[in-house]
């Protein structure tokens, strides 16, 4: 009875083994039906593997993340390391960008007007010890630079070289309070004197009192006795209001700067200039509007009338 | 065998499939990790005699071999769980004290699991399938056996009571 079964579980062991054996055999010789099966189990199991993937989704990591604790944390300094040089190398990349627009904006200028002109970098800006709008440039005596200089940047006059040292020069800003410069009304021969007033804004005094002037009028700077401390032509500034009081002898007016004396990068020195004065050829171009795009449709007419509208019916 | 028998012994194969196949091959564990239906198949057929060791063994490596992601032959799992459920079943009937001592059960399905790893590596091989560099397979096959080392304990009383509640038996586990 014993031995029965014992040849019993023997002969089981052989047929699963057989079974087995035929089972590779027919996979091995492609038979379509087991990749079939496969394939259909597949199918069953997916939606429940969904349902797995969207329960496990935030703890599938753990294990690896428990396991690899200590990789990771330094894989995340390393790479906070590296983020941190990035974003360092991305501000240096766009203060370089600005630097370069600045450059080439005043280069624009100077060419237009053919002076000759040494550029430099702003490396220090204001003095709160002694309340005057002033800067550092890092252009000195070795680049040519001389006390009285015009100072100028893309958008026109910024100052007057005050100091100048070996490597480096002290400007005075056209908005320090102390600051005058005789400025001309682009296309008329009025003049004035522009004042600094600590801030982005000026007043204009005219000289004159026949002369009037209005809103939008630019100002431009009249020009020294060879060329210093001022080059005549470079552009100021705009009249933004302009006080009309009664009795006054003669008209004032704010002007706004055209340079932004907060947003300095690039600066040049004006070390020669030409003869001739360039008159109103520096003026900063009007901003164009942006052009609306517009869309224009054609219909053209179908040559048979549509069965409806014909009003026959 | 009994019909409640086989169709909750069939029932609740298909279930740790499932888990198996939705749940543990999602979770990303280090060093590929662990088989929970092998750790189950395998406990199974120690508890089970030599005969019911070998079909449990069939079918749980018929089972294994319609996953997809098996990469071998179809009825190549089949082939190695029927010999490896023979072979542990048979070594648990032979020794009552190994089948009733935790920790050798543990120790005796644990290398169970290599057993059948090394046995479905060399039949790869004679199949001409490409098993990867040796560094790699023996690294593979070490952190295999710690991870079922680590979850057969744990496995092993949820198993063993299903196992007495489906044949009716106590066992001392």
Redesign the interface.
């Known amino acids: 009875m014993a031995r029965g079964g014992e040849n ?2 023997r002969l ?2 052989i047929i ?2 057989i ?10 010789r492609g038979v379509s039906v ?2 079939g ?2 394939n259909g ?2 199918s069953a ?1 997916s939606p ?2 969904s ?3 969207t ?2 989704s935030p ?6 993340d428990v ?2 604790l200590g990789r990771t944390r330094s894989e995340m300094e390393a790479l906070r390391t590296e983020n941190g040089e990035l974003k360092s190398q991305l501000r240096e990349q766009r203060s370089i960008d600005a630097q370069l627009k600045q450059l080439q904006g005043v280069l624009d200028l100077a060419g237009k007007a053919q002076f000759k002109v040494v550029s430099a970098r702003v490396i220090s800006q204001g003095a709160t010890t002694s309340f005057t709008q002033t800067i550092t440039i890092d252009a000195g005596s070795r680049n040519g630079v001389k006390p009285n200089m015009t100072v100028i940047n893309s958008y026109g006059l910024i100052g007057v070289v005050k100091t100048v040292y070996s490597n480096s020069a002290l400007i005075a800003l056209a908005s320090d309070p102390s600051f005058r410069i005789g400025v001309r009304v682009a296309g008329t021969q009025q003049i004035g004197i522009l004042s600094g007033q600590g801030t982005r804004k000026g007043v204009l005094q005219l000289l004159d009192n026949q002369s009037t002037i209005k809103v939008g009028d630019i100002l431009l700077a009249r020009g020294s006795v060879n060329n210093q401390p001022f080059v005549p032509g470079v552009p100021v500034g705009e009249v933004t209001s302009v006080d009309n009081a009664a009795g006054a002898v003669t008209q004032t007016a704010d002007v706004r700067f055209f340079a932004n004396f907060s947003s300095m990068g690039v600066v040049s020195v004006v070390l020669d200039a030409p003869e001739e004065d360039p008159r109103d050829s520096l003026i900063p171009p009007k901003p164009q509007p942006t052009p609306i795009p517009t869309v224009t449709v054609f219909v053209t007419p179908s040559q048979s009338p549509s069965p409806n509208s014909n009003g026959t019916d | 065998m009994s019909t409640r028998k086989i169709s909750l012994t069939a029932a609740l194969f298909i279930i740790i499939y499932i888990v198996q196949e939705a749940f543990v091959t999602q979770l990303q564990i280090a060093g590929g990790g662990f088989s929970l239906f092998l750790i189950f198949a395998l406990l199974w057929a120690a508890l089970s005699s030599p005969n019911v060791g070998a079909l449990t063994g069939f079918v749980a490596g018929f089972l294994i071999d319609l996953s997809q992601s098996t990469a071998g032959a179809f009825g190549q799992w089949t082939l190695v769980l029927v010999l490896v459920g023979f072979g542990i079943s048979y070594l648990g009937l032979g020794y009552e004290n190994v089948r009733l001592n935790p920790f050798t059960i543990t120790f005796l399905v644990s290398i169970s699991v290599l057993a059948a790893r090394v046995l479905y590596l060399l039949l790869s091989l004679l199949l001409g399938s490409n098993v990867g560099s040796f560094t790699s397979v023996i690294t593979s096959l070490l952190i295999g056996l710690l991870w079922s080392a680590a979850v057969v304990p744990i496995a092993m009383p949820v198993v063993a009571r299903a196992f007495d509640f489906i044949n009716d038996t106590r066992s001392r586990l």
Do not use: H, K
Not at chain 1, 59 to 64: I, L, P, S
């Open positions: 019993r579980g089981l062991l699963l083994i079974t087995s054996l035929f089972l590779i055999t027919l996979d091995l087991i990749s099966v496969r189990t597949q199991l429940v593997q349902v797995g993937a329960i496990l703890v599938r990591n753990f294990f690896v396991v690899y």
